[in-house]
């Protein structure tokens, strides 16, 4: 089942703040996010997983909500570099050798000056 | 360091045809992922290798296939292709180790497949 992301598009101004979640039907193990700007491969921002800590990276935080089976990232004082889609990608176990990725539905964030 | 590298770039092809895409992890990366990314949607997971072993496989017919060499490298193999194939095709190297609870994927620039 595909992660659900929301919302599917958000347009800001450099500056303002966005908030991205990403909802699974099943129980997750772990949540990686990456952006992708038009034309280019996915890039890793960061991992968080079950048990684990909120992660934060200069303006980009998240978080995971293991009851809700919810992650949520947060980009505070948006630059015109963080335009792209960010993409949720889920992983449901930890098999040692195995690390399949679901990702979810994306979501289109576009930063104006 | 250099990171994932996938080859070709881009290729066209006609319906029926046969292709293989190329990809070669970022050193010391044991596993390659491969991934199909359709216009407008997210990547979708097609196969996972590691130490050259077959470790997952996604809801992807058997004209997909794949490989892993001794140097890690890895070869996506699509037979008969359809129009429906036309994608980017995504590889991602990881480094798993059994002890740590991480396994981030990082990708390469993809192959862009059109099928005419």
């Known amino acids: 089942q595909q992660p659900v992301q929301s919302p599917q598009a958000v347009i800001l101004r450099e500056g303002e703040d966005a908030v991205i979640n990403c909802s699974s039907s099943?129980?997750?193990?772990?949540v990686h996010w990456y952006r992708q700007k038009h034309g280019e491969a996915p890039v890793f921002l960061m991992i968080?997983?079950?048990?684990?800590e909120q992660k934060g990276h200069e303006k980009i935080s998240a978080s995971f909500n293991e009851k809700k089976q919810q992650s949520s990232l947060y980009l505070t004082a948006s630059q015109l570099s963080y335009s792209g889609t960010y993409f949720c990608?889920?992983?449901?176990?930890?098999?040692?050798?195995?690390?399949?990725?679901?990702f979810g539905t994306g979501t289109l964030l576009a930063v104006q000056p | 360091d250099a990171g994932v590298t996938q080859s070709p770039t881009h290729l066209i092809k006609t319906r029926g045809q046969q292709v293989t895409l190329r990809c070669s992890p970022i050193?010391?990366?044991?596993?390659v992922s491969w991934y199909q990314q359709v216009l407008g949607q997210g990547p979708q997971f097609i196969f996972q290798?590691?130490?050259?072993?077959?470790?997952g496989r996604g809801n992807f017919p058997d004209r997909f296939s794949a490989r892993q060499f001794p140097n890690y490298s890895s070869e996506l193999n699509v037979n008969a292709l359809l129009l429906g194939d036309s994608a980017l095709y995504l590889c991602?190297?990881?480094?798993?180790?059994?002890?740590?609870?991480?396994?981030?994927?990082?990708f390469g620039p993809g192959t862009r497949l059109t099928v005419l």
């Open positions: 099943k129980a997750l193990y772990s």
């Open positions: 290798y590691y130490e050259k072993e077959e470790r």
């Open positions: 050193s010391g990366h044991k596993s």
């Open positions: 991602a190297s990881s480094f798993i180790l059994w002890m740590i609870r991480t396994d981030t994927q990082y």
């Open positions: 990608g889920t992983a449901t176990s930890y098999g040692g050798a195995t690390n399949k990725l679901i």
């Open positions: 968080l997983l079950k048990g684990g």
